[in-house]
């Protein structure tokens, strides 16, 4: 018996991943905005599948920045959405806020993106340290940096 073997193209895909030069980058740019803004945060960057790639602690963040940081970056990768886009969209629909938060480092808090190269998610930035609009500004900052790093 013969069995047909698939072409490699088939079988896996290439796709692009952050550097840790890209996941500096986006820490600079979130640090140089919360330091313009006057707010001591922490700052996150996983990788897609919401692996710790890189950290940045300021001095003075509240105490839980670290934690909640993580969450908002590893949230906004695994749905591959702005944290405060999901909440949006849960507004009134207690099963799913219910069901997310059953869901480990998940959280609905405004501060995680997700971070793209070419259309792809290839990790996420959380910060967390100030008010949420603040830590929504730091965050994309760092998004934006992402562009200006390729």
Same mark, same amino acid.
């Given at each position: 018996?013969?069995? $047909? ?10 796709? $692009?991943?952050?550097? /840790? ?10 640090? /140089? ?7 001591? =945060?922490? =700052? ?28 908002? @970056?590893?949230? /906004?990768?695994? *749905?591959?959405? $702005?944290?405060? =886009? ?6 009134? @629909?207690?099963? #799913?806020? /219910? ?6 480092? #998940?959280?609905? #808090?405004?501060?995680? *993106? ?6 792809? =998610? ?16 730091? #965050?994309?900052?760092?998004? @934006? ?6």
């Amino acid at each position: 018996m013969t069995v $047909p073997v698939q072409e490699s193209s088939s079988l896996s895909r290439t796709q $692009p991943v952050i550097s /840790a030069a890209g996941a500096k980058a986006v820490l600079r740019a979130a640090e /140089a905005k919360a330091t313009e803004l006057g707010v001591p =945060v922490v =700052v996150v960057v996983v990788d897609d599948g919401g692996d710790l790639k890189a950290l940045l602690g300021m001095d003075g963040p509240p105490k839980g920045a670290i934690q909640w940081s993580i969450d908002k @970056a590893v949230t /906004a990768a695994s *749905f591959r959405a $702005p944290t405060h =886009v999901l909440a949006q969209a849960m507004d009134g @629909a207690p099963w #799913a806020i /219910a069901s997310l938060m059953g869901q480990p480092h #998940a959280t609905l #808090a405004p501060g995680g *993106f997700p971070l793209v190269i070419d259309g792809i =998610v290839v990790g996420a930035v959380g910060a967390s340290g100030g008010s949420p609009d603040q830590d929504q500004v730091v #965050a994309q900052a760092g998004v @934006a940096a992402l562009g200006d790093a390729r």
